[in-house]
C-alpha cells in the first residue's frame, strides 16, 4: 500500500503565503517525479508544478515566480511554496507521485486525497 497525505491547505487573503506538503508513505522502491496539481470548481486538473528526482522543475505559466516546489527525497516529501496568492489560485491542490513499489517492477502513478486552497478577503 502507499499513500499520499497532503497538509497545508486552508484560507488565506490575496497577496498571503501558504505552504502545502505531501509525504508518501508505505512499501515505496523509490519515487519519481513528484508534483502538485490543482482543480478549481467547474475546471479540469491542471498542473501546477512538478520535479524529476535529479530533473528540471516545471510550473505552470500562471505560477512561475510565485510558487516554489522542492523535495526532501529522505523524508519521501513534496512541499509547495505559495507566496503573493490570489483569488485565482483558489482550488483543491493535488499531490502526484510516480512511485516503484517495493518488490514491483516499474513506476505507477498516485494521488493525494486533496487539500483546499482558498484565497479571499
Known amino acids: 500500500q502507499v499513500q499520499l497525505v497532503e497538509s497545508g491547505g486552508g484560507l488565506v487573503q490575496p497577496g498571503g503565503s501558504l505552504r502545502l506538503s505531501c509525504a508518501a508513505s508505505g512499501s515505496i522502491f523509490s519515487t519519481d517525479t513528484m508534483g502538485w496539481y490543482r482543480q478549481a470548481p467547474e475546471k479540469q486538473r491542471g498542473l501546477v508544478a512538478t520535479?524529476?528526482?535529479?530533473?528540471?522543475?516545471t510550473y505552470a505559466d500562471s505560477v512561475k515566480d510565485r510558487f516554489t516546489i522542492s523535495r526532501d527525497n529522505a523524508k519521501m516529501t513534496v512541499y509547495l511554496q505559495m507566496n503573493s496568492l490570489k483569488p485565482e489560485d483558489t482550488a483543491v491542490y493535488f499531490c502526484?507521485?510516480?512511485?516503484?513499489?517495493?518488490?514491483?517492477?516499474?513506476?505507477?502513478?498516485?494521488w493525494g486525497q486533496g487539500t483546499q486552497v482558498t484565497v479571499s478577503s
Open positions: 520535479m524529476p528526482n535529479g530533473g528540471t522543475t
Open positions: 502526484h507521485a510516480k512511485i516503484r513499489r517495493a518488490h514491483y517492477t516499474g513506476y505507477a502513478n498516485y
